[in-house]
């Protein structure tokens, strides 16, 4: 699928742009079940398993800055990671044996939808090895009013920054003060509907608030090699802390996208650093930020 200047481009940068990642029809269906998602919104008064409410949200108004694991509220979320141009981007870019780590649907609400403060995926949840990727597919027309990614080329080369607040707890985003953070080399990621995002694990990266008048509608799937394996202490480890070992194997085998789960993790000399101690507030990463008191790189 990817021509070799677009794999060496991802290596060198983190990040990639990859038009028509799944069919009109493919596209047409994801957006009709996520506006059937946001309608059933509209009797949620707080923020739970499934939506992660915004400010002002009501009946009349329902306004989200996430659905949570859209893989799991609707299955065809995830058959169209297993069977569209998104797989074998996955496959080119990962290998064949591979897993998704998470997935939720930013639904960023307009006229001034929550900014997502700039950070490092790393930093919630380090694993044995850095073979991870998060892929943004746009459910409709991005452009530079809704809030679009942005990330800086070439930081998944870099140290994993501090995301911790003065008070040493983890706050999910970095400190814009930090002399280590460059938002001058910043690029700003746009498409149109069914083009998608690609940034490495350890890429920095960001996005301001909505300024527009419609929503921006973005699939974001967190995958990795299928070796990798979470380390103690971060996110993806802690939710299974208390599962049996035959629980957590057939959850991680559940989570297999193409290929075979490995049993066998490959340990790399990677640069870790735990996301602890945690925030009040761990339900999203809107949540850690605000409860952590994270500071803002968009205000003005």
């Not at 141009?85 to 996955?90: A, G, H, N, S, Y």
């Not at 101690?277 to 809107?286: E, L, M, N």
Request: net charge negative; hydrophobic share 35%; aromatic share 8%.
């Amino acid at each position: 699928m990817l021509t070799n200047e677009q794999t060496a481009f991802y290596r060198d940068n983190g990040y990639l742009m990859v038009e028509d990642a799944v069919t009109s029809d493919q596209l047409n269906r994801l957006r009709e079940i996520t506006h059937g998602l946001i309608e059933k919104s509209r009797d949620v008064s707080e923020s739970d398993d499934v939506y992660d409410l915004d400010e002002g949200h009501g009946p009349e108004n329902p306004r989200l800055t996430r659905i949570k694991l859209p893989h799991e509220q609707d299955p065809y979320f995830w058959d169209v990671l297993k069977s569209s141009r998104m797989t074998d981007v996955l496959t080119d870019l990962l290998g064949p044996d591979t897993a998704i780590q998470t997935s939720k649907l930013n639904t960023k609400a307009p006229g001034g939808g929550a900014a997502v403060e700039w950070h490092q995926d790393w930093a919630f949840y380090p694993h044995t090895n850095d073979d991870m990727l998060a892929f943004g597919l746009m459910l409709e027309d991005v452009d530079l009013e809704n809030g679009p990614l942005q990330v800086i080329p070439g930081s998944h080369k870099g140290p994993v920054l501090s995301h911790h607040n003065a008070k040493g707890v983890f706050c999910g985003a970095v400190d814009p003060d930090d002399p280590k953070f460059e938002l001058e080399k910043a690029v700003t990621l746009t498409g149109r509907a069914g083009s998608m995002t690609v940034h490495h694990a350890r890429t920095l990266h960001g996005s301001a608030p909505n300024m527009s008048d419609r929503n921006r509608m973005i699939v974001f799937y967190e995958c990795r090699a299928a070796d990798a394996w979470p380390l103690l202490g971060g996110g993806a480890y802690m939710k299974f802390a208390q599962a049996s070992q035959d629980e957590l194997w057939r959850h991680a085998q559940s989570c297999v996208i193409t290929g075979e789960l490995s049993h066998v993790p490959r340990c790399e000399a990677v640069p870790v650093s735990l996301p602890l101690p945690p925030a009040p507030d761990t339900g999203s990463i809107f949540k850690t930020q605000k409860s952590g008191d994270a500071k803002s790189a968009f205000a003005a």
